[in-house]
């Protein structure tokens, strides 16, 4: 029986995991074999963008994708509401897709394209808008998590039909009864997207001139409810 030549190995290839017994030996096969390779990333490292602009982070591997986002980055629009993947107040957009981000481990999510309810806000959508207009809302808790879902419908399907909506938002929980107004504002969203694909800047009207002042305060809350406070 031969020994194993690995036995007290301690030098780890970073390319390719073959191991060495020696720093030298280690030297002699990467100048050998992997050359021409780029120096790969150091361990834990992962690399995201994230509202289009680029990340690169350390992550241990118990680490969610909502901690990563909303303590490391401060990204606090997403909420943590249930922990335990069954309210969606924690929606994010990956690869065009709403996922929960209490769910996702965020070495899962090396190298993705995340979208979060801040890029929304920042961008113009015009769900931010027809939320605060049709009053789909009443708290910041839960409502970045229906326009997240939201948006990520309207992406993939520019006109949807009432069903679809609710469908879609099937995983998003509000505890107060908003849920009648949520496909009213995305179908005007729809609306308004479908008219102004590149976006466009749009203000509210209220319906009555003597609202008016009552009606800029709830629109201001709205909004600030809608890009992720509480
Ligand atoms: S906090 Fe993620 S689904 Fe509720
Ligand atoms: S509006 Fe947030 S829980 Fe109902």
Known sequence: MTDNPNKNSKYLCPYCSTQYQTFDDLKTHILKDHKNEP???????????????SYSLRAEPELTLYDLIHDRLGLIG????????????????????????????AVECDGKQIETIEGIAEAEHPLIESYAKHHAMQCGYCTPGFVVTAKALIDK???????EIREALAGNLCRCGTYPQHPVAILEAAVEKRKFPEGKKRSLKPTEDADKLSFEA??????DKLKGGE
């Open 157 to 163: 399907n520019p006109a949807p039909a009432d069903n």
């Open 78 to 105: 997403s909420k943590q509401f249930c922990d335990r993947g069954a309210c969606g107040s924690c929606t994010v957009i990956m690869e065009g897709r709403a996922i929960l981000s209490c769910m996702a481990l």
């Open 218 to 223: 709830v629109k201001q809350d709205a909004l």
């Open 39 to 53: 120096i790969p990333a150091p361990e834990g490292m992962i690399a995201m963008t994230i509202n289009g602009g």
